[in-house]
């Protein structure tokens, strides 16, 4: 699929870049994550947004296909003792409660659904486009409630259009506030949700339905 002929509008608003963002590390190398309770909300919130404020930045970036820590504060991952899901398959960016997202390119509506539960997307929007070589899908997870009133299934969504906003905690699937975003080229039956997160296992597999998310926000740090 040849990326570089689309045109993607900044789903922030703004190109995301070293001037407003930082890459964040949630992987086990972080040693800091260590001393932080990732059960209580309020001890994560502090420990991401701590950073963020300390580098001046406006938006904190968790790596795609990156090996996570943070997800043993919730049974929502563990498939079994020796399967646990822990490899990210989108791009989330950290940013303030209330920070709106806008439509990369244009598409139509494919669900809208409150995934509710500690641990899970929270109210979620996933997108269906028709690009010329193959039909790809977006998903926008942890999302305020009330965006779930904003559009119906099947309506278009423009380029550039406000599509929704990052939730607070507990709403948005009690996490710090973040836009997970991720890209499928298949649905693999699901409507309204998408893993994810997958095992270490299954890595190949998703790596295959789900691109890389950076080939739409076009950012250097990530």
């Known amino acids: 699929m040849n ?16 001037e407003n ?15 932080v309770d990732l ?7 502090e420990f991401v947004f701590g950073q963020l404020e300390d580098a001046g930045k406006t938006f904190g970036l ?8 943070i997800y043993q504060r919730s049974e929502r991952f563990e498939t079994s003792a020796a399967d646990f899901r822990n490899i990210h398959l989108g791009v989330d960016v950290w940013a303030k409660a209330g920070t709106k997202v806008y439509c990369p390119i244009e598409g139509r509506v494919f669900s809208i659904q409150n995934n509710a539960g500690f641990g899970d997307y929270g109210p979620t929007i996933i997108l269906k486009h028709e690009l010329a070589e193959k039909k790809l899908y977006s998903l926008y997870g942890h999302l305020s409630l009330t965006d779930l009133a904003l559009f119906e299934i099947n309506q278009v969504v423009k380029a550039g259009e406000l599509l929704c906003h990052i939730g607070p905690y507990p709403e948005n699937g009690d996490w710090p506030p973040h836009l997970h975003f991720q890209l499928m080229f298949d649905m693999l039956g699901n409507t309204g949700d998408f893993p994810g997160v997958c ?15 950076n080939l739409i926000l076009r950012c250097p740090l990530i």
Request: contains cysteine; positive net charge.
């Open 62 to 69: 968790g790596g795609y296909l990156e090996h996570r820590a």
């Open 199 to 213: 095992s270490q296992r299954e890595t190949g597999k998703y790596k295959t339905i789900c691109p890389d998310p």
């Open 3 to 18: 990326w570089k002929a689309y045109h993607f509008f900044p789903i922030m608003g703004a190109p995301l870049s070293p």
């Open 39 to 45: 059960a209580h909300t309020e001890s994560f919130y």
């Open 21 to 35: 963002s930082m890459k964040m590390d949630f992987s086990p190398n972080n040693k800091g994550l260590e001393s």
